[in-house]
């Protein structure tokens, strides 16, 4: 209904933003009255759709960085496919994730060489990543863009660069890997073809050393298997139906704990027993041992096991001296945990890793960040911190060979102090 007054007169009353018309000496009253100020609801309309678009547009930008990452995990997943071709597919891949994809460029620069694809060009306007191996820089991975672009927010995303820092970092672990898997191989190769025979007869020659007889060593070493490096060897808690004996290979022994959290506390080495612990007042593994290096093992049932050193004295006597040496070990790293500081912790261990384990200055990359971590009993940022504290220092050097003990009598005194 359209209500029109002419020549009427009007009131506001502004108590109750209400307007009333006096007509014929009558005064009707007409309803509240509801203002609007149509130029703010513009200005909200406006800011709404200007934060839909940004929120769209940045839920796109996110796509293709998950695309990235997912192509890039696609690419390196087999570690027998040559550098040249996985830096020639990351090259292809990475420009699709930018902001720009038409005007972006990627390249890679690894030891003396640069990688790039067609219609590259270098300019001011790039990111870049450190390609970092076993903590030494061995390339760069860059993006540029090939021609000026102006934007008031920035030409570069920060996800950008957190992406361009993750890709170097799967691509320095893949060249590691790659490194680790070659110089395994070459070994492998230089092996002579009766090095399982040769194992055998080092193997053999030991047991009878311990007074086994022939037909002994013969039952002893009937079950033999080999482990990949990563491999579990036994589980903690599981059912323990042999005595292990290793062969060839190192391997970490391991107390497992809740959330992933344990404590690496010794190093199994070739001629080491695994299982003893189990032999008597339980059925299961008490810890877990996994191949740090691939390992060759022999499965020894535990029934006979003990019906053999029950008449061999010379056995006896050797187990009971491996059994001691194994929990002064144990009491060393208890000690060293409860009572050492952090760069004490990792002091102790190098000692232990150069001292019993490799019998020399250099500690082979075998043995990574995280293991001499779980052997300090800290996490692998605060290990990786100290060690590099320790390089900076002069007192220690990392490369891909391992780690090399400058000076071991400095490394020796900073574990005493704590």
């Given at each position: 209904m359209q209500l029109i007054f002419v020549n009427c007169p009007i009131a506001f009353c502004h108590k109750y933003h209400s307007m009333h018309v006096i007509l014929n000496n009558k005064t009707l009253f007409l309803c509240p009255l509801t203002f609007y100020n149509s130029g703010a609801d513009m200005t909200t309309q406006s800011g709404n759709e200007d934060r839909v678009t940004y929120l769209v547009e940045s839920l796109a930008e996110r796509r293709k960085e998950l695309n990235c990452i997912y192509q890039v995990n696609d690419i390196l997943r087999d570690s027998s496919t040559p550098l040249d071709t996985i830096f020639r597919s990351i090259l292809e891949v990475i420009p699709t994730a930018w902001r720009y994809v038409d005007i972006c460029r990627a390249a890679i620069i690894f030891g003396?060489?640069?990688?790039?694809?067609?219609?590259?060009?270098?300019?001011?306007?790039?990111?870049?990543?450190?390609?970092?191996?076993?903590?030494?820089?061995?390339?760069?991975?860059?993006?540029?863009?090939?021609?000026?672009?102006?934007?008031?927010?920035?030409?570069?995303?920060?996800?950008?660069?957190?992406?361009?820092?993750?890709?170097?970092?799967?691509?320095?672990?893949?060249?590691?890997?790659?490194?680790?898997?070659?110089?395994?191989?070459?070994?492998?190769?230089?092996?002579?073809?009766?090095?399982?025979?040769?194992?055998?007869?080092?193997?053999?020659?030991?047991?009878?050393?311990?007074?086994?007889?022939?037909?002994?060593?013969?039952?002893?070493?009937?079950?033999?298997?080999?482990?990949?490096?990563?491999?579990?060897?036994?589980?903690?808690?599981?059912?323990?139906?042999?005595?292990?004996?290793?062969?060839?290979?190192?391997?970490?022994?391991?107390?497992?704990?809740?959330?992933?959290?344990?404590?690496?506390?010794?190093?199994?080495?070739?001629?080491?027993?695994?299982?003893?612990?189990?032999?008597?007042?339980?059925?299961?593994?008490?810890?877990?041992?996994?191949?740090?290096t691939p390992c060759t093992i022999y499965l020894i049932d535990r029934e006979e096991f003990l019906s053999i050193a029950a008449q061999n004295s010379k056995l006896n006597s050797y187990l009971m001296g491996f059994y001691c040496g194994f929990a002064g070990h144990l009491y060393s790293r208890l000690h060293c945990i409860a009572n050492k500081q952090a760069p004490g912790r990792v002091a102790d261990v190098l000692l232990y890793l150069s001292d019993e384990v490799f019998h020399g200055k250099r500690i082979s990359p075998v043995i990574s960040r995280k293991d001499?971590?779980?052997?300090?009993?800290?996490?692998?940022?605060?290990?990786?911190?100290?060690?590099?504290?320790?390089?900076?220092?002069?007192?220690i050097s990392t490369g891909k060979e391992g780690i090399e003990l400058l000076k071991p009598d400095l490394i020796r005194t900073i574990s005493m102090a704590g």
């Open positions: 003396e060489e640069e990688h790039t694809i067609t219609a590259f060009k270098k300019t001011r306007i790039k990111q870049s990543a450190a390609i970092v191996v076993d903590d030494v820089k061995v390339g760069e991975l860059l993006v540029y863009y090939i021609r000026p672009v102006t934007n008031d927010k920035g030409i570069f995303l920060p996800e950008e660069q957190k992406l361009l820092n993750t890709i170097a970092e799967k691509l320095s672990d893949f060249i590691l890997l790659k490194r680790l898997k070659e110089a395994f191989n070459q070994q492998q190769s230089e092996s002579s073809a009766g090095r399982v025979n040769d194992l055998r007869l080092t193997v053999d020659d030991w047991l009878l050393n311990l007074g086994l007889l022939p037909e002994e060593v013969a039952r002893v070493t009937k079950v033999k298997i080999d482990f990949r490096r990563g491999e579990t060897i036994c589980k903690q808690g599981a059912m323990n139906a042999y005595v292990m004996l290793v062969a060839e290979g190192l391997a970490k022994a391991y107390l497992e704990g809740y959330q992933e959290k344990g404590l690496n506390f010794k190093i199994i080495q070739p001629f080491d027993f695994v299982g003893l612990t189990s032999l008597y007042g339980t059925d299961g593994y008490r810890f877990s041992v996994s191949a740090l001499i971590a779980e052997l300090a009993g800290m996490s692998t940022e605060s290990a990786v911190r100290i060690l590099s504290e320790l390089k900076n220092d002069g007192i």
